[in-house]
């Protein structure tokens, strides 16, 4: 390959970024502005002054622009979580891990943008599974699990992908994210955590952590001990396998 063609293949990766970034650029500021119902695929093409055509290259449709824009912020939330989490002091308590960890996507349903993450949380459990925004989205989902999964074996010192903390990991993000996807209509204001503050979150937090613990202090018991099988609780945890073997990720996916 020459020098000029590389050149013009260089000159038209960085036009096509930029042509990307006024997009998004676009795209948010109208979302934000109407709502993703009120904004048609025209009118951020009209704005970002480009054709339809030069449009659907970067974007199949309005869905795939709505969630190229969101999942940047589902991004920042996380990244902003991690920063909490990490500037916590050695001996916090492991439940207010997980809160700053998850918080900043909670605290999404306060903003002006409300409405706007609700529908982004229900395209990423409903959307097409072949559309490659709603694809990237569940990536960055997986590593919010993946990193609370982390933090959960720390604090009990068992391998951060086992069953168990792959299991409680995602049932944080699942209580999470259903509360956010939940209409508007459908939500009682005294019991949305989100607009009642972190009450409620530390609740349920507390309640899946609390159950997480109880079940890794019960098998660190028995494994260091004769393992009691009298009862139908016990057998079936021997049959079914430990909570604490090391699975594949598709296979809690």
Same mark, same amino acid.
């Given at each position: 390959m020459g020098p000029q063609i590389a050149v013009k293949i260089?000159?038209? /990766?960085r036009n096509a970024?930029?042509?990307r970034a006024k997009i998004f650029e676009v795209a948010h500021g109208l979302f934000s502005e109407k709502g993703y119902d009120a904004v048609t695929v025209q009118q951020i093409a009209d704005k970002a002054d480009i054709g339809i055509g030069t449009l659907f290259y970067h974007a199949s449709s309005k869905t795939e622009l709505f969630l190229m824009v969101y999942n940047s912020s589902l991004e920042q939330a996380i990244q902003a979580g991690r920063n909490t989490q990490n500037d916590l002091p050695e001996d916090a308590d492991l439940? /207010?891990?997980i809160i700053a960890l998850s918080l900043p996507i909670a605290n999404a349903m306060n903003s002006p943008e409300a409405g706007n993450f609700a529908r982004y949380h229900k395209e990423l459990l409903f959307g097409d599974s072949n559309d490659r925004y709603r694809r990237a989205g569940i990536d960055l989902v997986r590593g919010f699990e993946s990193e609370v999964a982390g933090v959960l074996g720390g604090a009990v010192h068992i391998d951060a992908h086992s069953l168990l903390t792959r299991l409680t990991a995602r049932a944080i993000f699942a209580a999470l994210h259903f509360d956010i996807a939940l209409p508007e209509t459908d939500l009682n204001p005294a019991t949305r955590f989100a607009s009642a503050g972190s009450m409620s979150l530390r609740m +349920?937090? +507390?309640?899946?952590v609390e159950g997480f613990q109880s079940i890794a202090l019960r098998h660190a018991t028995l494994s260091n001990s004769e393992p009691n099988l009298s009862t139908p609780a016990n057998r079936a945890s021997d049959e079914d396998g430990s909570w604490l073997n090391v699975v594949?990720?598709?296979d809690v996916s």
């Open positions: 260089n000159r038209r /990766e970024m930029a042509t439940c /207010e891990r +349920q937090i +507390q309640i899946i594949p990720a598709s």
